[in-house]
């Protein structure tokens, strides 16, 4: 049987092992003979970059032996073995420059040591710019350089902005030694997280291309359906393939929807599914951010933003909804033409994703989190049931349960989203089929939310903010967004929320099943006749 190559990172590991891969050979070969010679690629953690680098490192280094049956192994000149310079940032955590620089003399005098040349230089930024035209010079061939999580000392200490400020400094000394060996170089492909400025970082780089949002390369990094389906065709015969479409599909390059492979892995080789790529990683700076910007969670759900908003960030001016979409969370559903310009649609790629992300939102939201799992799970058969005078008590509870203090010290509470960002929290993270901003011809429903045969429509108002006249469950009514899923063949309930900002809790909570308005106290009152 063949094995999952989870975690690993080398190609040579893999091709010389019994296990499954992914042939993106191909993409080797598309980028050789573009006439750039210098890339730049952004793609979330885990998603490959650092294989497909070492598919890169083998292919000039002219391992023909780990390509056989692969693209490559009849479209490459194996008779060139060019020297390559596989740089890494991946290791340890950065706390400060001078961590940095000592990276930076590691690596360089690992380089000098193989190519067996000598650096006479004193500085970083002299040291690399020998090493390569030495190298170079000494083989006779151009040279390769490799460049792999290149920001990763900068998103060490993205939370420290003096530090990150530092060290971007130090990154822009060391990488714009490239820009002037170019004479020296055959291939330059540098891969991140983050799309920082060429100006930035980059200076004076101005043949780095950016593939990171161009459909022909969309599919360089992660798995296809196609893909999936071929290569994992025997262990995927046993599971549910839409599924796992579900929890790890959706991540969109500008071109076909690929898988997350980190977790298709571990979820073939355990048969369970689970957040197995939420858990590699803590978004706490985000939510942080998230916090400090009053962001309006269910947003999250969907929404549209512009070309600069995806493209580079800058420490200084960081943006949610940026670092959101180039770490991953969030993701483009759809591309919109607007006139020359272009913008995008954003959302969750797939249900690990809505689920974590919102899971830890509502760790960082609420206080205290201890009872969260209960509650997730009384609030899924509350609606589960239709029992919304039950759902009433158990947020009413939430929200007393919450210690004054906390208020004091957060003032996210102020914000007339923190509310409805709880309750959408709670439904997404329950696994909820949750739809924010819920179009329709009437306008937007604030929370649509459906499960097995039944449909709940929910309008929220915080009564001290929102000075339109009427409950909110009149404005449900009124607007008949009901409209929208009569023919559906399901029940449908209308829910109007309000809160009350100064008791910092529900004011009133009023419901009804198509065939007239009653509330919660009402409908205790019905029972007991």
Request: aromatic share 14%; glycine share 6%.
């Amino acid at each position: 049987m063949k094995k999952y190559p989870i975690g690993i990172q080398s190609f040579e590991k893999i091709r010389s092992g019994n296990f499954y891969y992914v042939d993106k050979t191909e993409f080797v070969y598309n980028l050789v003979e573009e006439e750039s010679g210098s890339y730049f690629l952004s793609r979330p953690r885990r998603f490959g970059k650092s294989l497909f680098l070492d598919t890169l490192h083998q292919a000039f280094a002219g391992r023909k032996e780990y390509f056989k049956g692969l693209f490559l192994e009849n479209n490459w000149n194996w008779n060139e073995q060019l020297p390559v310079l596989h740089i890494s940032f991946g290791a340890g955590i950065f706390k400060d420059t001078d961590t940095l620089n000592l990276r930076f003399n590691y690596l360089l005098s690992g380089f000098a040591e193989k190519y067996k040349v000598k650096l006479k230089g004193k500085n970083i930024s002299d040291r690399f710019d020998e090493l390569v035209r030495k190298i170079s010079e000494k083989q006779n061939q151009k040279a390769v350089i490799l460049i792999d999580e290149y920001d990763k000392p900068i998103l060490d200490n993205i939370d420290k902005l003096e530090t990150a400020i530092e060290i971007r400094e130090g990154l822009k000394n060391f990488y714009s030694v490239i820009k002037d060996l170019d004479s020296y170089l055959k291939f330059v492909f540098i891969t991140g997280v983050s799309r920082f400025s060429k100006v930035s970082i980059f200076s004076g780089l101005n043949n780095l291309k950016d593939i990171s949002l161009d459909s022909r390369y969309s599919a360089i990094c992660g798995y296809t359906q196609n893909e999936l389906e071929c290569v994992f065709e025997e262990p995927l015969k046993r599971v549910d393939l839409n599924a796992i479409k579900k929890w790890y599909n959706g991540y969109n390059f500008l071109g076909e929807p690929v898988y997350n492979p980190f977790d298709v892995l571990l979820y073939l080789d355990t048969d369970e599914f689970r957040n197995y790529w939420f858990e590699t990683g803590t978004p706490s700076f985000l939510i942080k951010l998230l916090k400090e910007n009053q962001y309006y969670i269910p947003l999250l759900e969907l929404f549209e933003a512009g070309e600069g908003l995806l493209g580079s960030f800058e420490i200084e001016h960081l943006e949610p909804e940026t670092l959101l979409f180039q770490t991953g969370y969030l993701t483009i559903k759809e591309e919109i033409s607007l006139g020359s310009r272009k913008s995008y649609l954003l959302g969750f790629p797939n249900l690990e994703v809505r689920m974590s992300f919102t899971d830890v939102i509502l760790n960082h939201y609420s206080c205290p989190p201890a009872k969260k799992e209960k509650r997730l799970t009384a609030v899924y058969r509350a609606l589960l049931e239709a029992r919304l005078d039950d759902l009433k008590g158990i947020f009413l509870s939430f929200f007393s349960s919450i210690p004054h203090d906390w208020y004091r010290k957060n003032k996210i509470s102020e914000y007339e989203g923190y509310y409805a960002s709880i309750f959408y929290s709670y439904f997404t993270a329950a696994g909820l089929d949750v739809t924010a901003e819920d179009t329709t011809k009437q306008g937007r429903i604030d929370l649509t939310v459906k499960l097995d045969d039944k449909i709940y429509i929910i309008e929220f108002k915080v009564i001290e903010v929102d000075k339109t006249k009427g409950p909110a469950l009149e404005q449900i009514k009124k607007k008949k967004y009901s409209e929208k899923y009569q023919q559906k063949g399901k029940k449908i309930y209308l829910v109007g929320i309000e809160f009350s900002k100064d008791d910092k809790n529900i004011k009133n909570f009023m419901w009804e099943e198509e065939t007239g308005m009653m509330n919660a106290e009402q409908k205790k009152s019905q029972d007991k006749g």
